[in-house]
């Protein structure tokens, strides 16, 4: 099996490292093509912003929301496969869900916290930065953690998305679960 990271911006390396520790092939997808290739994709953090605007540029968004395509979304990737963003439109349209950008205070621009992801693990150490949270789920979206009251982690069919950046830490058991679980064999 095939794993493709987004590679257009944010935290490539990182993820493919994840895959790799989780016994699998890791892909940088740089080109639209190359999605033909691989089994299932991760949209890495980043800024949301400049992320859809490159996706926009070389035609991501068109071929991704045509395919089925299993895809785990972090920090900006979950803002990308939102369906609703406040204050502004969604992206992919993949997760029923809305969420709100940077919405863990401007004091607290980053911070950790162990979580409790449902079905996952009950210590999975959250690594925030400038994270958004989800501030409204549609049905059919499993919430699978929160944090202080706010859902930070969510499931949807073959669709994953996450408010922090496990790639920055050396648990990987979360793209573990996504390759394994949420992938047709
Ligand atoms: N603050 C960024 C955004 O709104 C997300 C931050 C991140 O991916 N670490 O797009």
Redesign the pocket.
Known sequence: MKIGVLAIQ?AVREHIRHIELSGYEGIAIKRVEQLDEIDGLIL????????RRLMDLYGFKEKLQQLDLPMFG????L?VLAKNVENESGYLNKLDITVE??SFGRQVDSFESELDIKGIANDIEGVF????HIAKVDNGVEILSKVGGKIVAVKQGQYLGVSF?PELTDDYRITKYFIEHMIKH
């Open positions: 944010g890495p953090g980043g800024e949301s912003t400049t992320l972090t920090c900006a990737g803002i950008r940077n930065i400038r994270a958004p950046h």
